[in-house]
């Protein structure tokens, strides 16, 4: 029988983190491009929702929690993806259990995790790519990338990353640093935006962004809290580190920013605040509050470096920098996941299990992942510049998305 206050409790972390996307990331995303791309990314993240729900529906939860075929030590093809006997939600009922809520609230709420991944890419390519390559994009990067690694490392014993040992309760792995590297690959396959970086392409509304930013924010209780699975200590705790390291990378950013830069910005502390949230997510259910503390300052000052000095030194064109934030906000919360779990009042790793060697797993699984997904989409991307291709023309990237492909405006003047 479910119990009724983990179902009630997961239900509601289950609206909260699509909140993330719609209307969330969509409002933060559409303040930063110039006006006349405003529409189009909402549009993208609304539709990218839609996609994904349906593809998840038809066989997405199956490859990534099917565990049919797995076995603890055992490398077979379900040590990376799942099997196909849930497809069309085949078993999921009215009765149907996972861990101690109902079948159907557990697939839901990993399906919004599915969905704000490829969404988060989004802001990688802003303004320069076609909108059929996006959904086809979508589809093939959800299925070959996303599907695998979220079974690789929460599906249960038997998957590749689980079994390795690594720790990554909200998907530091799975969702940022997925989504941060292809949105890298992304940024340099697609090319540099007509202009950039000669042209100013300063954000159209940060209003919208600092909206958006604050929904994300609200939202992610429901990302790492609720990732427990249920109404206990681990979701109350995940919730207090959250708020600490969101808060200390905020001030983290602008403080930088204040330094280097002579002032601080809106956009940079809405953007500090989102490099904590990205830190913190992996660890969320082992660190303790000093740890939080000490990832969200590291947070806010690494992935500010990453996004106006790395960038710019680079010279890669990533529009909303979803690799500096993401990216490297993943790979510092997983690395010191491995601290924080370990010490700074965290709750404790696996018997036998040093720092030192933890941190050595999640290494090795922040290798791991850059390398799968950094590969897989360079090969998807190439594929499909190949055959439908990957960019508007320089015309219609002139002219703004909003109007060559959707000839609608995001204000009337």
């Not at 791309?37 to 998840?56: D, E, G, K, R, Y």
């Not at 954000?203 to 609200?218: A, C, M």
């Not at 291709?389 to 320089?394: A, D, E, Q, Y």
């Amino acid at each position: 029988m479910a119990d009724s206050g983990d179902t009630a409790w997961m239900i509601a972390a289950t609206a909260l983190v699509l909140l993330m996307t719609i209307p969330g990331l969509a409002l933060f995303y559409a303040g930063m491009v110039r006006v006349k791309n405003a529409l189009s990314v909402p549009m993208q993240c609304f539709t990218i929702t839609a996609l994904v729900s349906v593809l998840w529906m038809v066989y997405g939860y199956s490859l990534a929690f099917d565990t049919a075929g797995m076995t603890s030590g055992a490398l077979n093809l379900h040590s990376f993806v799942g099997g196909l006997d849930k497809v069309f939600m085949s078993g999921v009922t009215v009765n149907s259990l996972a861990a101690k809520i109902p079948e159907s609230v557990f697939a839901t709420f990993q399906l919004t995790f599915a969905i704000i991944t490829p969404a988060l890419i989004v802001g990688a390519f802003a303004e320069r790519m076609k909108f059929s390559a996006l959904l086809a994009f979508t589809a093939l990067w959800f299925t070959l990338v996303y599907l695998p690694m979220a079974h690789m490392v929460w599906s249960g014993s038997g998957a590749l990353l689980r079994d390795w040992g690594v720790l990554d309760f909200a998907g530091g792995m799975v969702v940022h640093i997925n989504a941060g590297i292809a949105g890298l690959v992304a940024a340099l396959v697609l090319g540099k935006r007509h202009g950039y970086p000669g042209t100013a392409m300063p954000p159209h509304s940060l209003t919208l962004t600092l909206v958006g930013g604050s929904l994300l924010w609200v939202g992610w209780f429901g990302f790492n809290a609720g990732s427990a699975v249920a109404a206990n200590g681990t979701a109350g705790m995940a919730m207090l580190v959250t708020q600490i390291a969101t808060a200390a990378a905020a001030l983290a950013w602008m403080g930088t920013e204040w330094a280097l830069h002579g002032k601080p910005s809106a956009l940079g502390i809405v953007s500090g605040a989102i490099s904590g949230l990205v830190a913190i997510t992996p660890a969320s259910g082992t660190a303790g509050p000093p740890g939080a503390l000490l990832i969200g300052v590291c947070a806010g000052v690494l992935c500010f470096l990453a996004a106006a000095r790395l960038k710019r030194r680079l010279g890669y064109d990533d529009s909303l920098d979803v690799f500096g934030v993401h990216a490297i906000g993943g790979i510092v919360g997983a690395l010191l996941t491995a601290v924080c779990a370990g010490s700074l009042g965290g709750a404790g790793l696996a018997e036998g299990v040093t720092i030192g060697r933890q941190l050595g797993v999640q290494a090795i699984g922040v290798l791991f992942t850059l390398a799968f997904s950094g590969s897989l989409t360079f090969v998807i991307l190439k594929l499909l510049d190949a055959t439908i291709g990957l960019r508007v023309s320089r015309e219609q990237e002139v002219e703004g998305l909003d109007l060559a492909l959707h000839d609608e405006r995001a204000y009337n003047n």
